[in-house]
């Protein structure tokens, strides 16, 4: 079986457009992007060598508002895997309710082997390339897997210096000092707890109690991690791409993240002890967050997940043979689209404080944020009872409903 980003997004559509009863043309329409644009990305090296880097921008669907999504800096990165990133995002940005469509970028580039001033002229010359495809009422980016609020300064700054004024609302996630939004850099860790807090007071389980482990390390997992152990969680186990670190009576995050800042890895952690990072998924633990890779959990893992919980903070991080073995076992899987929707709802935030040029305070975002992602939670839950359905099913179907809705309402042009 196809277990890649790709393969798992279409069956996800597939099993929604068959619960919703739609046709084969419209299941076509919902499957297919709209716009993709693949660039060559020459990179002149530190050493005066020049290398050829590769950028993808697929907008998925644009019919309920601009594209919306994330850039997406590996060496591992193809246009298939922006495509499923970007369809993720379209029923994601219609499950939360935001006027977006979904979209995707990114660029075959290796952050850690790449020096600071040439990941800008990378970034630089693929938002040169990809101009035309831009904007705020176009197509808006945000970090993702190796690019930062740093990144998209820069994105912001090429576009803004190409069109002759400040256009701030071109990208999300910039730094504060140039239109970023208060609680943006922590948003999508904080929609991540405040789903898995919905999900185990649904079955009468206080967070306090619980035990838990994250795959991944960064700009999800790392806050995450933090705002769990704030909490009185028990976060136990935590991997990144060199190792994994366990302490069965809870590791010290605050010291873990300033370990990782000094070193750049969980690895040599004095506060747990090593392990290989693939037990991180199956550490005995009640709630298990994949914040880091996709297709992280097949079905040889599912098998072995000790959790009872898996709040996905990454995008697909569970294939289809994964979802059906922990569905069998009685694990609940709380989905993608849904538990790491916060980052894109203060995104949206940030596009809108840009676009009136008039900021909110912390507190406001949270609250706001909080809300969203309580009425998103709802409706799956809603949804999920009331038609027997599993939440990731019921998130879908929620979400490619609202945009086939849009697409019925706007009717085919010409
Ligand atoms: P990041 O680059 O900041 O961090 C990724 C982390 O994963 C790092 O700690 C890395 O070492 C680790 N990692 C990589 N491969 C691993 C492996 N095989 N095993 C264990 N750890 C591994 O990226 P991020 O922004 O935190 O994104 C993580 C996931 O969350 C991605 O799937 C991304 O698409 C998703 N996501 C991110 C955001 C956001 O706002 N940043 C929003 C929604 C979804």
Known sequence: MDTSA??????????????????????????????????????????????????????????????????????????????ALAMWMTWKCALVDVPYGGAKGGVTIDPLTHSLGELERTTRRFTSEIMPMIGPERDIMAPDVGTDERTMGWIMDTFSVNAG??????????????????????????????????????????????????????????????????MGASVTAISDQFGAVVNPDGLDIPALMAHTAATGKVVGFDGGD?????AVLTADVDVLIPAAVAGAIGAEVASQVKARW????????????????????????????????????????????????????????????????????????????????????????IGVGRVAQAHRIRGLYP
Do not use: C
């Open 310 to 397: 898996v709040v996905e903070g990454a995008n697909g991080p569970t294939t289809v043979e994964g979802d059906r073995v922990l569905a069998d076992r009685g694990v609940q899987v709380v989905p993608d689209v849904l538990a790491n929707a916060g980052g894109v709802v203060v995104s949206y935030f940030e596009w809108v404080q840009a676009n009136q040029a008039y900021w909110w305070t912390e507190a406001e975002i949270t609250e706001r944020l909080g809300q969203r992602m309580r009425t998103a939670y709802d409706a799956v839950a809603a949804r999920s009872r009331s038609e027997g359905l599993s939440m990731r099913d019921a998130a879908t179907v």
């Open 6 to 83: 790709l393969a798992t997004a279409q069956a996800q559509l597939a099993a929604a457009v068959e619960i919703l009863g739609y046709d084969a043309g419209v299941h076509e329409m919902l499957a297919t992007p709209r716009r993709e644009m693949r660039v060559a990305v020459p990179l002149r090296r530190d050493d005066g060598s020049f290398e050829l880097l590769h950028g993808y921008r697929v907008q998925h669907n644009i019919s309920r508002g601009p594209g919306k999504g994330g850039l997406r800096y590996s060496a591992a990165v193809d246009m298939d895997e922006v495509r």
């Open 165 to 230: 004024y400040t256009i701030p609302a071109v990208t999300t996630g910039k730094p504060l000092a140039i239109g970023g939004s208060l609680g943006r850099a922590t948003a999508t860790s904080r929609g991540v707890v405040d789903v898995a807090d919905a999900a185990l007071t649904d079955a009468g389980v206080a967070l306090s109690e619980v035990k838990v482990a994250i795959q991944g390390f960064g700009k999800v997992g790392s806050h995450a991690a933090a705002m769990l152990h704030s």
């Open 274 to 278: 090593p392990v290989d990072h693939a």
